[in-house]
């Protein structure tokens, strides 16, 4: 199994992003009210994201729908970026689809699922949060292809910067990469 292997600590987590998208602060003149648009149709896709700060990687994919079947997916795209002298220990908040008896864990990664209602334990919580300032929030998508590649074009930007991803989603409390064994 992991013996002899690096342990690396990733973060996952998933976040809708769609046509009912959030609105955030904005930059405007002192006493002045500045307007955003709202879109009120309902097409969203939803981003599974994981990220080891530790190595400044990270794995995404974008789906239509958040569910076991989905989740199973972004394993398999976990697994393909954790190399082969690594094992990866995948921190997970406790949804539904995280605790499925239909859930298939590769070999090379181990769930942890932390406590309900503490985010804060979660550092990819932080990169919805700047997605949405950044690139997501204050937008009009045509439609649910102009979501998908939203999502798509934000993955990219933030992790293609290894600063960004240790500056957004390092933990203090997250150990140093060790081998086992």
Avoid at 2 to 10: I, L
Avoid at 121 to 148: G, K
Wanted: one cysteine or more; proline letters at 7%; hydrophobic letters at 45%.
């Amino acid at each position: 199994m992991a013996k002899g292997k690096r342990v690396d600590v990733w973060f996952g987590d998933e976040a809708r992003v769609g046509q009912q998208n959030t609105l955030t602060r904005q930059w405007a003149p002192q006493g002045s009210r500045p307007t955003a648009l709202k879109d009120l149709r309902f097409s969203s896709a939803y981003i599974f994201g994981a990220v080891c700060p530790a190595q400044n990687k990270g794995a995404a994919i974008i789906m239509s729908s958040c569910d076991t079947e989905a989740m199973n997916f972004h394993l398999q795209e976990i697994s393909f970026h954790v190399p082969e002298d690594a094992h990866a220990v995948l921190l997970m908040d406790g949804a539904a689809w995280h605790k499925s008896k239909g859930l298939i864990f590769p070999h090379n990664i181990t769930p942890i699922i932390i406590p309900a209602y503490s985010p804060e334990l979660n550092p990819a919580e932080c990169i919805w949060h700047y997605m949405r300032s950044h690139w997501l929030s204050t937008r009009i998508f045509q439609d649910l292809n102009a979501v998908i590649e939203a999502c798509v074009d934000s993955w990219l930007r933030f992790i293609k910067d290894p600063k960004l991803i240790g500056s957004v989603c390092r933990a203090e409390w997250a150990p140093a990469p060790t081998r086992i064994g």
